[in-house]
């Protein structure tokens, strides 16, 4: 960014512009960077709070005149420094643009602003019998930044991830134009692909302010267990056995012993600390009950101890309130550690070896690290507890985690299945694409960005 931003004459600019939706205060502005890992929180220079998307326009004019970084800001929840402000800036916080626009429950779909939630959508539809399905544990998570992070999460083996339920956007681009990437229709043949462009890139290249998502029937039929196995291995490969029978399995979701152990403590829970499979199938009462159990003989096969059933809605909910507070209850378990957490996909068929490998090294290396992954689709996460005053052990870490993405590489996979680049995942780019992969990233930054105004920083190093 140019040493000559007037940053002073921004904020009075935008006080103008927004009134009281400024905010300068320390506290706030801390509130404000990442606080979710072991990365150090870069906080903005100040926090604004759009409410329309004219409300943006004009922000980005202000930007754009004064040459300030937009840093856009959903909840927060974000992993990999999405939300920092390596070079200060204004945070766009669009928690208050909250508005369901429309609901078509023939067409199954909706629009909304960026700010809603997804249970927010779902308190507003459930009476119609519908649901929005991509659900990435963080309950606060904003749609506006699942979109933007391409986030997915436990419900992606049957109904994909942001990525699928997308239908169209509205984003302010840095020029200060307001750009519509489609309509509702379900596919479309016409011209480059915006919204597809547009979702996953972590505000680098516009501000999200609307959404057109897909919709889906709430299942008549809803089974859930919690299934231990004898070993880690064992629990892997009767997900991939699964997979190859094409078993339409809802969500199921992996946790090695030591996440277990955290689990039972922090969400009272008195389970085998065991490798786990929290499983979820949904559907129609006779095909439900044929998935089942189809798949507890393939369970069986590698290794299942027994299936503990989540018998109602109520104790469901206790089951994947447990799974999604993995991270906090590790940081329960070990209170004044530092945590991070890393993710990785690889081919389902892979996912045995991967992970098994993984806790191996982690294990070598003299860390705690428990596992926990959206297994249906070869996507884990490692949560290694670290003592930040060590710096020994903080170097064990990092080269761990970098040789989980050399190995997810290796075998066909990506450094980040769903927490996305940021700050934390630049450096593995080139390994993952090439160098001109990435140089045609970076054109089209610079295209759309040449003042690189947007969430500088971040996933592509500036040109």
Known sequence: MPASRSLSDAILD???LLGDRVATGEAVRAQHANTVSWRAAEVPDAVVWPLTTEDVVGIVGVARQHRVPLIPFGAGTSLEGQVNAPLGGISVDFSRMTRILAVEPRDLDCTVEPGVTRPMLNAHIRDLGLFFSVDPGA???TLGGMAATRASGTNAMRYGTMRDNVVSLKAVMANGDIVSTGGRARKSAAGLDLTRLLVGSEGTLGLITELTLKLHPIPARIIAAACPFASLAGACEAVIEANECGLALARVELLDALQMRAINAYSKLAMDEAPHLFVEISGGEAAA?????MFREIAHRHGALRFDWAKDETDRARLWRARHDAYWAVQ????GKTLSASDVCVPIS???ECVTETVADFDASGLIAPVVGHAGDGNFHVIPVMDASDPAAMAR???AFDRLVDRALAMGGTSTGEHGVGQGKMIYLEREFGAGAVAVMAAIKKA????GIFNPGKMIKAS
């Open 14 to 16: 935008l006080s103008a």
């Open 139 to 141: 309950a606060g998570a």
């Open 289 to 293: 009950d044929e998935q089942l159990a």
């Open 332 to 335: 329960a378990m070990w209170p």
């Open 350 to 352: 892979r996912l045995a």
């Open 397 to 399: 870490a990092r080269a």
């Open 448 to 451: 759309l960005d040449p003042l």
